[in-house]
């Protein structure tokens, strides 16, 4: 019923950038919140970047001034623009959504997009 379309990984020389992004579609009534999230070999998954339906922004102190997310004139999209980029920055990149469907009763709920590969070469 939900689909995530991320987008714009690769390989990235040192100190290059990449914008990546990410397009909801299906039964969503209302979105709350786009996320970024990234998970490199052997780590935990960690949030880097959110975003509000208000417009409110978060930032890991990893990504802080070197990365930037914002919402897209249509609000079912998310990008994140990834600056200055290091090889600590390889990891798979995953946009999140936080959601209302039609079925206000079941809560907020939570949607994860497959992901997109980011490698940062030295």
């Known amino acids: 019923q939900v689909q995530l379309a991320e987008s714009g990984g690769g390989l990235v020389q040192a100190g290059g950038s990449l914008r990546l992004s990410c397009t909801a579609s299906?039964?969503?009534?209302?979105?709350?919140?786009m996320c970024w999230y990234r998970q490199a070999p052997g780590k935990e998954r960690e949030l880097i970047a959110a975003?509000?339906?208000?417009?409110?922004?978060q930032y890991a102190d990893s990504v802080k001034g070197r990365f930037t997310i914002s919402r897209g004139n249509a609000k079912n999209k998310v990008y994140l623009q990834m600056n200055s980029l290091t090889r600590d920055d390889t990891a798979v990149y995953s946009c999140a959504l936080n959601y209302y469907d039609d079925d206000r009763d079941k809560g907020e709920l939570r949607y994860w997009g497959q992901g997109t590969q980011v490698t940062v070469s030295s």
């Open positions: 975003i509000t339906s208000e417009g409110y922004t």
């Open positions: 299906g039964n969503i009534f209302e979105i709350n919140a």
